[in-house]
């Protein structure tokens, strides 16, 4: 196979009358929209285009609540599952895991066929020998600390 170059480079493109100068021109002397003042701080190098003008700026209302604590009688688990979700057991078996990893000391007898921390803190888990609360919160602020003892 035969390559051919082509004795043509590539040149750098010229400048055209048209291109765009800058103007030294102090604010005081004339309004300069926000537009521009951006496009000055970025370099104008963005060319991706918004269907939201540039100026335009987005102001969401803040929403402030209290904490309440819901109190529970009877151990009764009143905000979420009555269970351990998945996503607070992965939580929780991580955090155990890295805690045995640099050296805290297992609240279990060691399985024989456990060969990580990961493995350790599972079981831990499904022992309940984890001295641990899980605090759900709902969106209005009130919130209920759960023993992993209560879970099922």
Not at 29 to 49: A, F, H, L, M, P
Not at 121 to 137: D, F, G, H, N, T
């Amino acid at each position: 196979m035969v390559v051919k170059h082509s004795s043509k480079r590539h040149a750098a493109p010229k400048k055209s009358a048209t291109a765009k100068t800058t103007k030294k021109t102090s604010t005081s002397n004339r309004k300069v929209s926000i537009n521009e003042k951006q496009e000055e701080e970025r370099g104008s190098t963005t060319t991706k285009k918004s269907s939201r003008r540039v100026d335009e700026v987005v102001i969401y209302a803040e929403f402030e609540y209290e904490l309440k604590e819901i109190n529970a009688q009877d151990n009764k688990v009143l905000i979420g599952p009555a269970w351990l979700t998945r996503f607070e057991r992965a939580r929780i078996t991580g955090a155990r895991s890295l805690q045995l990893s640099l050296g805290a000391p297992p609240l279990v007898k060691v399985p024989e066929h456990a060969t990580s921390s990961i493995a350790v803190a599972v079981e831990e888990i499904e022992q309940k020998a984890l001295p641990i609360s899980i605090r759900r919160i709902l969106p209005s602020g009130t919130y209920q600390d759960i023993s992993i003892e209560w879970l099922k």
